[in-house]
């Protein structure tokens, strides 16, 4: 007959199993490989023409071209708040802009029931005020859902100018994370 101590190994494997398929990242992005295609035709990019904004429809193919890094977040102050210091950080590096871009592609899908209207709004305020931007709304979710980005986050995507994946994290950054994008981008664009 089998002690306690006898079963403490299996339930001990069988519990550590079960959480730890749990605790690993939602997304399918992956270093090395490239982003999955995907459109967005429900808004898109903003484009601002003399103060005027519009837009236009958009998709992940025009991603290459520049060392970038995309904040694909979901339509939330405490997603955008969440890696405010790293974009923060970008600006103050004033990097080349026929070399590098940030994009922000914004959930507007997982924004909180009733300001989606707030989101959209946000986001046209931010492309007037950095006009060289590059922000897309995608109002279906598309992009969250094709890359299976977690809900209520902020994801970092840091690509070179083939569309390659060099670094992904969802959620905040650390103090060393925020370095390493740095130097990821300082390295990737010489």
């Known amino acids: 007959m089998a002690t306690k101590t006898d079963l403490r190994l299996p339930i ?4 550590y199993g079960f959480f730890t398929c749990f605790t690993v990242s939602a997304h399918n992005l992956s270093i090395g490989g490239t982003a999955p295609t995907v459109a ?12 005027e904004i519009s837009y236009q429809p958009w998709d992940t193919s025009k991603l290459a071209g520049k060392v970038r890094v995309i904040q694909a977040m979901a339509g939330r102050t405490s997603a955008k708040q969440m890696n405010a210091p ?4 970008i600006s103050e590096q004033h990097f080349p802009e026929q070399s590098y871009q940030t994009t922000t592609i ?10 989606s209207g707030i989101v959209k709004s946000s986001a046209e305020s931010s492309k007037k005020e950095f006009p060289w931007s590059s922000l897309v709304v995608d109002q279906e979710g598309d992009i969250a859902k094709a890359w299976g980005l977690k809900e209520e986050s902020s994801a970092i995507i840091v690509q070179n100018q083939m569309g390659e994946i060099l670094f992904v994290k ?11 994008v740095i130097e990821l981008i300082n390295k990737t664009i010489q």
Not at 12 to 15: G, L, P, Y
Not at 40 to 51: P, Y
Not at 86 to 89: E, K, S, V
Not at 106 to 115: L, P, S
């Open 106 to 115: 914004i959930n507007q899908d997982d924004a909180m029931w009733g300001t």
């Open 40 to 51: 967005v035709d429900k808004l898109g990019e903003i484009v601002l023409t003399k103060e």
């Open 170 to 180: 969802e959620g905040k950054l650390s103090d060393k994370e925020m370095q390493q």
């Open 12 to 15: 001990f494997i069988i519990v």
């Open 86 to 89: 790293l974009m923060t950080m």
